[in-house]
Structure formats: C-alpha cells, structure tokens
Nanobody, 125 residues
Framework: QVQVVESGGGLVQAGGSLRLSCTASGLRFGDVNMGWFRQAPGKERDGVSCITWRAATYYADSVKGRFTISRDNAKNTLYLEMNSLKPEDTAMYYC???????????????????RGQGTQVTVSS
C-alpha cells in the first residue's frame, strides 16, 4: 500500500521561501516518477513540477525559475524548494507518486492516483 505524506507548508510573505518535503512508502521510490501539484479553493488542479526516476525535471511555466524539485532516493523523499513566492502561489500542495512525468503533467496533472493529504502554502501580500 502506497503512502505519501507532505510537510513543510506554512504562511510566508510575498518574496519569501519555503521548502516542502514528501516521503513515500510502499513502493520502490528510486524507480518511480514523482511530482507536485496544487489546488486552490474553487480552482482547478494545477501542475507545479515533476521529476523522473532518472532525475529529469519539468516545471509549469508559472513556477519555472522560482521553484526547484529534487529527490533523495536514499531517504525516499521528494522536495520542492520555493523561492520568490507570490500570493498566487497560495494553494494546497500535493505530492504524487508513480505519475507520468512530462511537461504536460507538470502543467495540468491527470494521473494523481497515489497522493498525500497535502500541505497548505499561504503567501501574504
């Protein structure tokens, strides 16, 4: 049974930074693609970024240059370093395991079967 747990969200001022973490169990972490997506209340799910098992990365245009995705296979952990945060980045952020990591998924994720409960990121202006 796959379990995914996100952490690291919080309240930050515009221009600030946060680092999200995601631990996954019940799978061979080093063999699967991983990704982050977000959803704000009343809005559609949006992609943020994903990383393949070979560490190739893709980003949504809205976060490219500000966010960095990485993974530590020894710790079964996925990270999302978020810099220069903007109020429009406010959302619940979710981690997903075993996704088809492509530019398309990083923009508009369709397969999100193995995901966590999310961690809230709020950016004040």
């Amino acid at each position: 049974q796959v379990q995914v747990v996100e952490s690291g969200g919080g309240l930050v001022q515009a221009g600030g930074s946060l680092r999200l973490s995601c631990t996954a169990s019940g799978l061979r972490f080093g063999d699967v693609n991983m990704g982050w997506f977000r959803q704000a209340p009343g809005k559609e799910r949006d992609g943020v970024s994903c990383i393949t098992w070979r560490a190739a990365t893709y980003y949504a245009d809205s976060v490219k240059g500000r966010f960095t995705i990485s993974r530590d296979n020894a710790k079964n952990t996925l990270y999302l370093e978020m810099n220069s945060l903007k109020p429009e980045d406010t959302a619940m952020y979710y981690c997903a395991a075993g996704i088809p990591c492509t530019k398309a998924w990083a923009t508009k994720p369709d397969h999100v079967n193995n995901r966590g409960q999310g961690t809230q990121v709020t950016v004040s202006s």
